[in-house]
């Protein structure tokens, strides 16, 4: 079955840095294109960054771009965000995503936060 892993929040400074990583199984990974979300209580699950199959595309929300980069390893089946200049309003749980189908899938997020 689909499986993803997300590993890498925390607790950072307002300014600093974190690499988020999300480790998928379970499916062909080099085939799909993967995305980052991100939710904050009370709100709805927003999409941060998005990556196509074979990494050549990238596209941000405008609130990330020029400070977060999506990236991935396909041999490594692993797809990563590296998140600079973080900001408070940055604070919020991280999810990996895969869509197959009709299907959403997701992990069980990565908790971070941007405080002094």
């Known amino acids: 079955q689909v499986q993803l892993q997300e590993s890498g929040g925390g607790l950072v400074q307002p300014g600093g840095s974190l690499r988020l990583f999300c480790a998928a199984s379970?499916?062909?990974?080099?085939?799909?294109?993967m995305n980052w979300y991100r939710q904050t209580p009370g709100k709805e699950r927003d999409i941060v960054a998005r990556?196509?199959?074979?990494?050549?595309?990238?596209n941000y929300a405008d609130s990330v771009k020029g400070r977060f980069t999506i990236s991935r390893d396909n041999s490594k089946n692993t797809v990563y965000l590296q998140m600079n200049d973080l900001k408070p309003e940055d604070t919020a749980v991280y999810y990996c995503?895969?869509?197959?189908?009709?299907?959403?899938?997701w992990g069980q997020g990565t908790q971070v936060t941007v405080s002094s």
């Open positions: 995503n895969v869509v197959w189908g009709v299907m959403n899938y």
């Open positions: 990556i196509t199959s074979n990494g050549e595309t990238t």
């Open positions: 379970g499916f062909t990974f080099s085939r799909f294109s």
